[in-house]
């Protein structure tokens, strides 16, 4: 059943107004990290799974175990090709627990898939593991990136040749646990060390990776947006404020990290927030990235469409993105 409540909406009609199909529909993908490899899409997505855990704020019903790689000759093909299983749980010594949202990035001819995952203790870090091919199998590191924590890992090249990590994701993924810079017990539950509504929001995070791609070469940077009056996103600017699903591209020398979407002038920021890329989607989570293949842009998003609902059965679907003149992205509507 549905955690959501809606029993309201018509999926017949829904399915039939989205302006995308799911890319797999025979297993369940969500938060779709896309990128171009050899001139061939490829789709580094959490592979969601039905289980019987609860609902809850903690999001411990999103139990992902392990990673499915999807490729695509092009955006425009109706499906993807399902890789099978890139990586298990299991095959990660520090890893205990929910696979979420990955991401990949290739040098010299090693492709890296980051991941984050829960440790033993129960702490979500970010790992890394390596493959000669970007579909896997994928070696994982045997220990987590150090200095890494929270969720939501995306790696971005700049034309110099330096790698950005990018993450973090609060409630669930734990971001607000770590605002003293060490972790902070639950307290009375996994909302209790959010900022009140006037203070600047929590910030996505940023690290430059050393060259061998396998940990941070600094300590992680905030991300900080800024509003039309130069000042810092407020914690209650609910519409507006940080909150998962990093990605950062360039277009036209600029820097976009989106989540919503806000623009820098180097990979560290700060970014001036300039709008929402993707309007809301069925389903309570929304994830996802920007590539650009054979001259046009593509947002990868997920929707919970195919599974009537269910909140933690998503799937991957794609769509055109279109930067204007002044380089604003065109929001796009998921159901027209
Ligand atoms: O898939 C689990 C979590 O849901 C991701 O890490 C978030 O970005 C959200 O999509």
């Not at 990979?267 to 293949?293: D, K, M, Q």
């Not at 599974?307 to 998921?334: C, F, M, Q, W, Y």
């Amino acid at each position: 059943m549905p955690e959501d409540p809606i029993d309201h909406i018509d999926f017949d009609d829904l399915n039939q107004k989205a302006i995308s199909k799911p890319v797999v529909s025979h297993i369940y993908t969500a938060d779709p990290s896309a990128h171009v490899f050899n001139g061939t899409i490829y789709i580094y997505p959490s592979h969601d799974i039905e289980n019987d855990i609860p609902f809850d704020d903690l999001g411990s019903h999103f139990a992902m175990e392990d990673y499915h790689i999807l490729s695509m000759n092009s955006p425009l093909d109706k499906t993807a090709t399902d890789h099978g299983v890139a990586l298990h749980v299991k095959d990660v010594p520090w890893a205990d627990k929910q696979m979420w949202a990955p991401d990949a990035t290739e040098k010299e001819g090693t492709y890296y898939l980051f991941f984050p995952a829960k440790d033993h203790d129960g702490i979500f870090r970010i790992g890394v593991a390596t493959s000669s091919s970007p579909v896997g199998p994928f070696t994982p590191q045997p220990t987590p990136i150090k200095k890494s924590f929270s969720i939501d890992p995306a790696v971005f090249k700049d034309d110099d040749g330096s790698y950005y990590m990018y993450f973090g994701g609060i409630w669930g993924g734990q971001l607000q646990r770590w605002s003293t810079g060490s972790f902070k017990a639950e307290g009375d539950g996994p909302l209790f060390h959010l900022p009140g509504d006037n203070e600047n929001a929590l910030c996505g995070k940023v690290a430059r990776l050393t060259s061998d791609l396998l940990e941070f070469a600094e300590d992680a940077k905030d991300v900080v947006i800024l509003d039309e009056k130069g000042k810092p996103l407020l914690a209650g600017d609910n519409e507006r404020r940080f909150f998962e699903a990093s990605w950062m591209h360039k277009y036209k020398d600029k820097y976009y990290f989106s989540y919503c979407y806000a623009i820098g002038d180097n990979p560290y920021g700060p970014f001036s927030y300039a709008g929402r890329i993707l309007n809301p989607v069925v389903g309570w989570t929304s994830h996802h990235s920007i590539v650009e293949f054979n001259g046009k842009w593509y947002l990868f998003y997920h929707d919970s469409s195919l599974s009537k609902g269910v909140t933690h059965l998503r799937s991957v679907k794609v769509a055109e993105l279109i930067h204007d003149a002044n380089g604003k992205i065109k929001t796009i509507d998921p159901y027209k």
